[in-house]
């Protein structure tokens, strides 16, 4: 099967005006940073060029979604589901520079071997699920929830297949496209704005698809899987990381309330489903599924959440140290000093500091949720669409 040819699309015409709103608030929030050639802007610059004005409005659209909307009982919830695309939306207008200066272009967690530096096992993650979705050269795979394109510029160094994107944000698409250039993938991928409830793409187009950490997004899992089963050809693949609750999680205990909230508002999820919702989204939408696991249980001796916890004993190279102490819980720190002394003395726009304090809320339910094996992000599947 042959690639598709230069200029070629997947996407149907997406002329909403939805989009033409959602790109102008864009570029309107991030200022020159749009025009940014190779993404060689420091963080700093990046935070410095937001619209002074627009930011803190941004910033409160989010919030206040959340104000009364943070409980773990989702009929409570309703709004927030119902409104989930944009607020993921309007997350990742607000996150993107934050998640950039801390994980780099793959934001996921994954295990860690042995003596083995940070953005290596990061790879060998993304590795392990092109494999197992049997991902080979030439195919026509699609990454839903792309980010800025981290992990589909590796499977498509790794396997040669063309991989298409989708993502509803307009400025990861952008930093997406330009990274594709940087690294000479510009005829192995495309991008495309979109939201993954209703893909705009065609009925049977993709050899297999692929979801990492991207899911947990949407307001419906049964929804964004029914909409894979649509785009994959009969016999396609769907393989997938999910973020769900393991049966530890205690849905009366207050402290796993607190913990699962703080997931919801510094994470974006509008849905916290277990390994059982998952499946039963997955057999609901027709897919056959032909493996699964939560590969947060195993004996390795780091975890999971180590870029989080900030226990640098787990480092195990010295670039680590560098690595992680960005997304550390003393890294984090660090950030939001540097940020609220900046938007002080009016360096940064008013509501930078409020950013990263809702991201560091995020990241430490997390780390918090990991420790007591209430929650993981690493429950793996691979499930397909019937050839019948």
């Not at 790794?158 to 690294?183: E, L, P």
């Not at 992680?324 to 940064?348: H, Q, W």
Request: a negative charge.
């Amino acid at each position: 099967m042959s690639p598709p040819t230069k200029g070629s699309s997947t996407a149907t015409a997406t002329a909403q005006p939805v989009h033409a709103q959602d790109l102008e608030r864009s570029k309107l929030l991030h200022g020159k940073t749009w025009e940014e050639k190779q993404h060689q802007d420091s963080f700093l610059s990046k935070l410095k060029s937001k619209n002074r004005e627009f930011l803190p409005e941004v910033v409160n659209q989010y919030m206040v979604n959340w104000q009364n909307n943070t409980s773990p009982d989702q009929e409570s919830d309703k709004d927030v589901v119902r409104k989930g695309t944009d607020i993921t939306n309007l997350y990742f207008e607000l996150s993107t520079d934050f998640y950039e200066y801390a994980w780099g272009t793959s934001w996921h967690f994954c295990r860690f071997h042995h003596g083995e530096p940070v953005p290596q096992a990061m790879a060998r993650y993304e590795h392990y699920l092109a494999a197992r979705a049997g991902i080979t050269a030439n195919q026509r795979v699609l990454d839903i929830g792309c980010g800025v394109g981290g992990p589909a510029r590796e499977i498509a160094h790794f396997t040669g297949a063309h991989i298409t994107g989708i993502n509803i944000n307009d400025y990861q698409i952008s930093r997406a496209r330009r990274y594709a250039v940087v690294h000479g993938l510009q005829n192995k991928q495309e991008f495309v704005k979109g939201d993954f409830m209703k893909m705009p793409l065609e009925n049977n187009t993709f050899d297999a698809c692929y979801a990492i950490e991207a899911t947990p997004h949407a307001s419906s899992l049964k929804g964004v899987y029914a909409e894979a089963y649509r785009v994959l050809k009969p016999g396609g693949v769907f393989a997938c990381y999910e973020w769900v609750l393991t049966d530890k999680y205690e849905p009366a205990n207050p402290e796993h309330q607190r913990i699962a909230k703080g997931i919801k508002l510094g994470c974006s999820l509008v849905n916290l489903v277990t390994v059982q919702e998952t499946l039963d989204a997955l057999t609901s939408a027709g897919f056959e599924i032909e493996e699964y696991e939560d590969r947060a249980v195993n004996d390795d001796p780091i975890p999971w959440y180590y870029p989080l916890s900030g226990e640098l004993r787990y480092a195990r190279t010295p670039y680590d140290y560098f690595t992680i102490f960005r997304s550390s819980t003393y890294g984090r720190i660090m950030t939001n000093t540097f940020c609220a002394a900046l938007e002080k003395v009016g360096i940064l726009a008013a509501g930078s500091t409020q950013v990263a304090k809702f991201l560091d809320v995020g990241a430490t339910s997390l780390a918090e949720s990991g420790k007591l094996g209430i929650y993981t992000p690493m429950f793996f599947f691979v499930a397909r669409k019937p050839l019948a």
